[in-house]
């Protein structure tokens, strides 16, 4: 059966993953209408990546005997100034992400909940990976800067980057 506190941190978690998945649903859907279709792409792949972030976190809790809430979410920001303002955005969100898992982390290790610790070591590698290509795409937009040729460019290929699983 598993620990109440360690319970209580893995659905708070699965409150930040569902809450990220409907914020890059925003990022999308914004991305979408301004006609950066390829960004929009991987944005909506992102977004459905964090649902099974999520998912994964609430079937872990049920299979350990827990009772997985399924959160209130509210409605994300919707309005960018520009791409760069979404993966800067994006990059933040998913820092704060990964010191929220590290707190998981810790506290598996305080209570001594080594089989929670395991499964949180799939979401402590997902984090690095996540924030490196935020930092990639991030340098790529200061590269390009206002060129338009560039942003077509990085638009296109960012349609075509498949967002780590
Ligand atoms: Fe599920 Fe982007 O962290």
């Keep these: 059966m598993i620990d109440k506190t360690i319970e209580a941190a893995l659905n708070a978690q699965v409150e930040k993953e569902a809450r990220s998945s409907h914020f890059y649903l925003a990022m999308a859907s914004w991305a979408e209408n301004k006609g950066l279709n390829g960004t929009a792409e991987f944005l909506y792949r992102h977004s459905d990546e964090e649902r099974l972030h999520m998912l994964k976190l609430v079937r872990f809790v049920n299979e350990r005997g827990g009772k997985a809430v399924v959160p209130a979410l509210e409605s994300p920001i919707s309005n960018f100034s520009g791409l760069q303002d979404i993966f800067t955005t994006l990059l933040e969100h998913e820092t704060n992400v990964t010191a929220s898992i590290n707190e998981v982390v810790d506290l598996c290790l305080k209570r001594k ?3 929670t610790h ?3 070591q799939w979401y402590v ?11 990639n795409i991030l340098d790529k937009l200061a590269l390009i800067g206002t060129d338009k040729g560039g942003l077509y460019l990085f638009d296109r290929d ?3 980057l498949q967002p780590e699983a």
């Design 118 to 120: 395991n499964f949180m």
């Design 113 to 115: 909940d080594y089989t």
């Design 125 to 135: 590698a997902e984090q690095i990976e996540e924030e490196a290509l935020a930092r």
């Design 158 to 160: 960012l349609g075509q």
